[in-house]
C-alpha cells in the first residue's frame, strides 16, 4: 500500500537557452539540492498538483506547458518520526524565460542549472533517471 503520492517536477526554460530551476531545502528539511517536488491533495489530478506546487514553492504562475516524463517510482523514507511508502510521479513544466524565484518555507536558495550542472549536482538514481527522460523528450543531447 502506498502512503503518499508526490509529483517531481523539473521546472525549465529553452530561452535563451536550457536551463533547469534546482532548489535548495533547509536544513530542517534535508539541505540537499532537488527540483520540485510536492504531496498530491485529495481531489487533486497531477496538472493540478503540478500548478499549485509550482506557484507554492516558486511563486511561478505562467506555465507554457506541462510534460508528463511517463516515469514514476516507489520507496520508503521516515515521514514524520514513520516509516512510510512513497511513489513519486514525474513531469517537466517549460516557462518561457529564466526568473527570480519566490522561495517557500521549505527552500533556502535556488539556481537555474544548464544540462552538466544539473547532473552534477542530483544524488539520487531516480531523479537522475527522470531528468535523462526530460532530456530525450526535448531532443538533448
Given amino acids: 500500500m502506498i502512503d503518499r503520492s508526490n509529483v517531481q517536477v523539473f521546472i525549465f526554460t529553452k530561452n535563451p537557452q536550457f536551463k533547469v ?16 517536488s510536492g504531496g498530491i491533495e485529495k481531489g487533486e489530478d497531477y496538472n493540478d498538483t503540478i500548478k499549485r506546487e509550482v506557484y ?9 506547458r506541462i510534460i508528463d516524463l511517463n516515469y514514476n517510482f516507489t520507496y520508503k523514507t521516515n515521514k514524520n518520526k514513520e516509516l512510510k ?8 513544466v517549460e516557462i518561457n524565460k529564466e526568473k527570480e524565484i519566490q522561495l517557500s518555507y521549505e527552500h533556502e536558495e535556488f539556481l537555474w542549472c544548464s544540462q552538466n550542472e544539473v547532473k552534477n549536482i542530483l544524488k539520487w ?17
Avoid: S
Fill in 21 to 36: 530551476l534546482i532548489l535548495k531545502r533547509t536544513v530542517e528539511r534535508g539541505g540537499f539540492w532537488q527540483h520540485l
Fill in 56 to 64: 507554492e514553492e516558486t511563486g511561478i504562475k505562467e506555465i507554457k
Fill in 85 to 92: 511508502k512513497m511513489k513519486d510521479f514525474c513531469f517537466a
Fill in 125 to 141: 538514481k531516480y531523479n537522475i533517471i527522470a531528468f535523462n527522460k526530460l532530456l530525450k523528450i526535448l531532443n538533448i543531447k
